[in-house]
């Protein structure tokens, strides 16, 4: 299977689990597909805590009701200490570097025939509570992985994309317009 017909068909975010255990060579493979992600200098501040026993599956409950009953749960964060800064604008880029290895797993998962969603919506305030997360440490997402139930198909808005001219330009954003929604 070639990359974009893994992004194209394979890979859409997966709302309910088979309650089956991902198998610990899989995970091991995505975990590695997050710790060989690029990341600004190389610095790769990502921390990745694997949420995988009944007790963590519990709390996370408190944290967000989108876990969608995965066997697996990886939240991802990085370390605000040891990021890149960048000096021209002062911003940090822990986030992005945080959505590439979240991405990066995204996709080896669904390479391994299982199934993920990006949850960006949780409480990071309960998530520290209840997982220890440090000070230094900045929560980005929660990724759900397992294999998906057999009901399960991909959200119609799945396959809806914009035609690339209206996203993408080249040289200049001279004639855009203000953005359409779905």
Not at 173 to 179: R, S
Request: charged share 20%; net charge negative.
């Amino acid at each position: 299977m070639n990359f974009l017909q893994l992004a194209k068909e394979q890979r859409y975010s997966v709302r309910k689990f088979k309650d089956q255990p991902v198998e610990k060579e899989k995970l091991e493979l995505i975990l590695e597909a997050g710790r060989i992600a690029p990341t600004a200098c190389n610095y790769q501040p990502q921390r990745i805590l694997v949420i995988e026993d009944a007790n963590a599956n519990e709390k996370l409950k408190q944290c967000t009701s989108w876990y969608f009953g995965a066997p697996v749960v990886l939240l991802i964060c990085y370390d605000k200490t040891t990021c890149w800064k960048n000096k021209t604008n002062g911003t940090i880029g822990g986030d992005i570097d945080a959505s590439i290895v979240t991405t990066q797993m995204m996709l080896q998962a669904a390479e391994l025939g299982l199934g993920t969603t990006w949850v960006g919506g949780f409480s990071h305030q309960k998530a520290r509570e209840l997982f220890q997360i440090p000070d230094y440490l900045v929560p980005v997402a929660m990724l759900p992985i397992g294999y998906p139930a057999d009901s399960v198909e991909p959200h119609p808005w799945h396959y809806k994309r914009f035609d690339m001219d209206h996203t993408v330009f080249y040289n200049s954003f001279d004639g855009i317009t203000e953005g359409e929604a779905h």
